[in-house]
Protein backbone atom coordinates (compact mmCIF):
# COMPACT_ATOMS: atom_id res chain seq x y z
CA UNK A 1 0.00 0.00 0.00
CA UNK A 2 1.21 3.65 -0.28
CA UNK A 3 3.11 4.93 2.09
CA UNK A 4 3.05 8.57 4.17
CA UNK A 5 3.45 11.38 1.16
CA UNK A 6 4.00 14.29 1.60
CA UNK A 7 3.59 17.56 -1.22
CA UNK A 8 5.57 19.62 -2.36
CA UNK A 9 8.91 18.00 -1.81
CA UNK A 10 10.75 21.11 -2.32
CA UNK A 11 9.96 24.74 -2.25
CA UNK A 12 11.43 27.95 -1.84
CA UNK A 13 9.46 31.36 -0.18
CA UNK A 14 10.40 34.78 0.44
CA UNK A 15 10.44 36.11 4.52
CA UNK A 16 7.11 37.40 5.32
CA UNK A 17 5.34 35.20 2.75
CA UNK A 18 3.18 31.98 4.03
CA UNK A 19 3.32 28.03 2.83
CA UNK A 20 0.94 25.16 3.20
CA UNK A 21 2.42 22.01 3.45
CA UNK A 22 0.48 19.13 2.99
CA UNK A 23 0.21 15.15 4.05
CA UNK A 24 -1.54 12.45 3.16
CA UNK A 25 -1.57 9.51 5.53
CA UNK A 26 -1.32 5.68 5.22
CA UNK A 27 -4.42 4.89 4.00
CA UNK A 28 -6.47 3.62 7.57
CA UNK A 29 -4.17 5.87 9.27
CA UNK A 30 -6.03 8.15 11.18
CA UNK A 31 -3.34 9.95 12.55
CA UNK A 32 -0.97 12.60 11.50
CA UNK A 33 2.49 14.09 13.53
CA UNK A 34 4.27 17.07 11.96
CA UNK A 35 7.72 17.67 12.57
CA UNK A 36 10.40 19.99 11.95
CA UNK A 37 13.61 19.48 11.62
CA UNK A 38 16.96 21.12 11.29
CA UNK A 39 20.93 20.53 11.91
CA UNK A 40 20.79 22.95 14.49
CA UNK A 41 17.40 21.81 16.53
CA UNK A 42 17.28 18.43 15.64
CA UNK A 43 13.36 16.60 15.40
CA UNK A 44 10.71 18.99 16.79
CA UNK A 45 7.10 18.18 17.53
CA UNK A 46 5.03 20.21 15.84
CA UNK A 47 1.39 18.73 16.37
CA UNK A 48 -0.37 16.23 15.88
CA UNK A 49 -4.11 15.17 14.75
CA UNK A 50 -6.70 12.93 15.19
CA UNK A 51 -9.80 12.16 13.49
CA UNK A 52 -9.68 16.05 12.89
CA UNK A 53 -9.01 17.03 16.49
CA UNK A 54 -5.87 19.07 17.30
CA UNK A 55 -4.42 16.29 20.24
CA UNK A 56 -1.15 17.48 20.89
CA UNK A 57 1.08 20.58 20.22
CA UNK A 58 4.56 21.52 20.66
CA UNK A 59 6.38 24.39 21.92
CA UNK A 60 6.24 26.69 18.38
CA UNK A 61 4.71 30.09 18.06
CA UNK A 62 1.03 30.46 16.79
CA UNK A 63 2.29 31.17 13.19
CA UNK A 64 2.79 27.69 12.91
CA UNK A 65 -0.72 25.78 12.22
CA UNK A 66 -2.66 22.69 10.95
CA UNK A 67 -5.80 21.30 10.05
CA UNK A 68 -6.75 17.41 9.18
CA UNK A 69 -9.69 17.02 7.12
CA UNK A 70 -12.05 13.78 7.17
CA UNK A 71 -10.19 11.83 4.68
CA UNK A 72 -7.32 11.83 7.49
CA UNK A 73 -5.45 14.00 5.22
CA UNK A 74 -3.36 16.79 6.83
CA UNK A 75 -2.18 20.76 6.31
CA UNK A 76 -0.02 22.38 8.04
CA UNK A 77 0.59 26.58 7.46
CA UNK A 78 3.39 28.67 8.65
CA UNK A 79 2.33 32.25 8.13
CA UNK A 80 4.64 35.48 8.37
CA UNK A 81 7.94 33.28 7.33
CA UNK A 82 11.16 34.16 8.91
CA UNK A 83 14.36 32.58 8.04
CA UNK A 84 14.81 30.63 10.67
CA UNK A 85 11.64 28.83 9.48
CA UNK A 86 13.86 27.15 6.57
CA UNK A 87 13.41 23.06 7.38
CA UNK A 88 12.57 19.78 6.54
CA UNK A 89 8.84 19.35 7.50
CA UNK A 90 7.89 15.68 8.24
CA UNK A 91 4.54 14.67 8.48
CA UNK A 92 4.51 10.81 9.96
CA UNK A 93 0.69 8.99 10.29
CA UNK A 94 -0.18 6.08 12.65
CA UNK A 95 -3.44 4.52 13.10
CA UNK A 96 -4.09 5.49 16.37
CA UNK A 97 -2.92 8.45 18.07
CA UNK A 98 1.11 8.86 17.80
CA UNK A 99 2.19 7.45 21.19
CA UNK A 100 -0.18 4.21 20.89
CA UNK A 101 1.91 2.97 17.74
CA UNK A 102 4.68 3.26 15.58
CA UNK A 103 4.78 6.55 12.67
CA UNK A 104 5.51 6.02 9.83
CA UNK A 105 6.94 9.09 7.92
CA UNK A 106 6.96 10.81 4.35
CA UNK A 107 9.93 11.78 2.91
CA UNK A 108 9.51 15.49 3.99
CA UNK A 109 9.19 19.00 2.77
CA UNK A 110 11.97 20.51 2.39
CA UNK A 111 11.07 24.56 2.93
CA UNK A 112 13.84 27.23 2.32
CA UNK A 113 13.17 30.35 3.19
CA UNK A 114 15.63 33.23 1.44
CA UNK B 1 11.48 14.84 32.42
CA UNK B 2 11.77 13.08 29.45
CA UNK B 3 14.80 13.28 27.39
CA UNK B 4 17.13 11.36 25.10
CA UNK B 5 21.01 11.85 24.51
CA UNK B 6 22.69 10.32 21.74
CA UNK B 7 26.13 10.18 22.64
CA UNK B 8 28.16 10.57 19.72
CA UNK B 9 27.03 13.22 16.81
CA UNK B 10 29.05 11.40 14.08
CA UNK B 11 30.38 8.20 14.13
CA UNK B 12 32.94 6.43 11.35
CA UNK B 13 33.35 2.74 10.75
CA UNK B 14 35.09 0.69 8.04
CA UNK B 15 33.01 -1.69 6.01
CA UNK B 16 32.85 -4.98 7.92
CA UNK B 17 33.71 -4.05 11.47
CA UNK B 18 30.81 -3.67 13.78
CA UNK B 19 28.86 -0.78 14.38
CA UNK B 20 28.19 0.76 18.01
CA UNK B 21 25.68 4.04 18.38
CA UNK B 22 24.80 5.15 21.81
CA UNK B 23 21.54 6.52 23.29
CA UNK B 24 20.98 7.00 26.86
CA UNK B 25 17.07 8.16 28.34
CA UNK B 26 15.97 9.42 31.05
CA UNK B 27 12.47 8.91 31.80
CA UNK B 28 9.91 9.01 35.04
CA UNK B 29 7.71 6.32 33.24
CA UNK B 30 8.91 2.81 31.97
CA UNK B 31 9.48 3.92 28.47
CA UNK B 32 8.95 2.29 25.41
CA UNK B 33 12.34 3.05 22.91
CA UNK B 34 12.97 3.48 19.19
CA UNK B 35 15.88 3.87 16.88
CA UNK B 36 14.76 5.37 13.29
CA UNK B 37 17.13 5.76 10.28
CA UNK B 38 16.86 8.38 8.03
CA UNK B 39 18.99 8.09 4.56
CA UNK B 40 19.55 11.42 2.68
CA UNK B 41 16.48 13.30 1.19
CA UNK B 42 14.18 10.24 3.51
CA UNK B 43 11.86 9.94 5.91
CA UNK B 44 12.71 8.10 8.69
CA UNK B 45 12.09 4.80 8.87
CA UNK B 46 11.48 2.27 12.00
CA UNK B 47 14.90 0.11 12.75
CA UNK B 48 13.71 -1.81 15.87
CA UNK B 49 11.77 -0.84 19.43
CA UNK B 50 11.16 -1.83 23.08
CA UNK B 51 8.62 -2.11 24.46
CA UNK B 52 8.81 -3.64 27.79
CA UNK B 53 9.25 -7.91 26.44
CA UNK B 54 12.57 -9.06 25.40
CA UNK B 55 15.94 -6.75 26.19
CA UNK B 56 17.39 -7.47 23.65
CA UNK B 57 15.65 -6.19 20.64
CA UNK B 58 16.34 -7.43 17.01
CA UNK B 59 15.32 -4.73 14.19
CA UNK B 60 15.64 -4.68 10.27
CA UNK B 61 19.07 -4.75 8.21
CA UNK B 62 20.89 -6.69 11.23
CA UNK B 63 20.68 -4.00 14.00
CA UNK B 64 19.54 -4.69 17.35
CA UNK B 65 19.64 -2.79 20.69
CA UNK B 66 20.05 -3.99 24.09
CA UNK B 67 17.76 -1.89 26.89
CA UNK B 68 19.93 -1.70 29.99
CA UNK B 69 17.43 -0.46 32.77
CA UNK B 70 20.28 -0.02 35.00
CA UNK B 71 22.51 2.14 32.78
CA UNK B 72 19.35 3.56 31.34
CA UNK B 73 20.55 3.00 27.77
CA UNK B 74 19.65 1.76 24.71
CA UNK B 75 22.66 1.07 22.39
CA UNK B 76 22.30 -0.02 18.46
CA UNK B 77 24.47 -2.30 17.20
CA UNK B 78 25.65 -3.84 13.69
CA UNK B 79 27.95 -6.56 13.25
CA UNK B 80 29.14 -5.92 10.34
CA UNK B 81 28.47 -2.26 8.74
CA UNK B 82 27.36 -2.20 4.97
CA UNK B 83 27.99 0.91 2.63
CA UNK B 84 23.90 0.62 2.40
CA UNK B 85 24.08 1.44 6.62
CA UNK B 86 25.10 5.14 5.84
CA UNK B 87 22.77 7.54 7.13
CA UNK B 88 21.80 9.32 10.26
CA UNK B 89 20.16 7.64 12.89
CA UNK B 90 17.73 8.31 15.72
CA UNK B 91 16.88 7.16 19.23
CA UNK B 92 13.29 8.10 20.06
CA UNK B 93 11.78 7.66 23.96
CA UNK B 94 7.94 7.35 24.51
CA UNK B 95 7.27 8.26 27.68
CA UNK B 96 4.17 7.00 29.58
CA UNK B 97 1.90 10.23 28.44
CA UNK B 98 2.41 9.38 25.06
CA UNK B 99 4.87 11.82 23.97
CA UNK B 100 7.60 10.90 21.81
CA UNK B 101 10.64 12.76 22.12
CA UNK B 102 14.11 12.42 19.54
CA UNK B 103 17.46 12.57 20.08
CA UNK B 104 19.87 14.77 17.86
CA UNK B 105 20.82 12.09 15.75
CA UNK B 106 24.10 10.51 15.10
CA UNK B 107 25.28 10.30 11.48
CA UNK B 108 27.03 7.08 10.71
CA UNK B 109 30.00 7.10 7.84
CA UNK B 110 30.88 3.60 6.30
CA UNK B 111 34.22 3.75 4.90
CA UNK B 112 34.90 1.32 2.10
Known amino acids: KAGVTQTPRYLIKTRGQQVTLSCSPI?????VSWYQQTPGQGLQFLFE???????NKGNFPGRFSGRQFSNSRSEMNVSTLELGDSALYLC?????????????FGAGSRLTVL | AQSVTQLDSHVSVSEGTPVLLRCNYS??????LFWYVQHPNKGLQLLLK??????LVKGINGFEAEFKKSETSFHLTKPSAHMSDAAEYFC??????????FGTGTRLTVIP
Open chain 1, 92 to 104: ASSPRPSGANVLT
Open chain 1, 27 to 31: SGHRS
Open chain 1, 49 to 55: YFSETQR
Open chain 2, 27 to 32: SSYSPS
Open chain 2, 50 to 55: YTSAAT
Open chain 2, 92 to 101: VVKTGANNLF
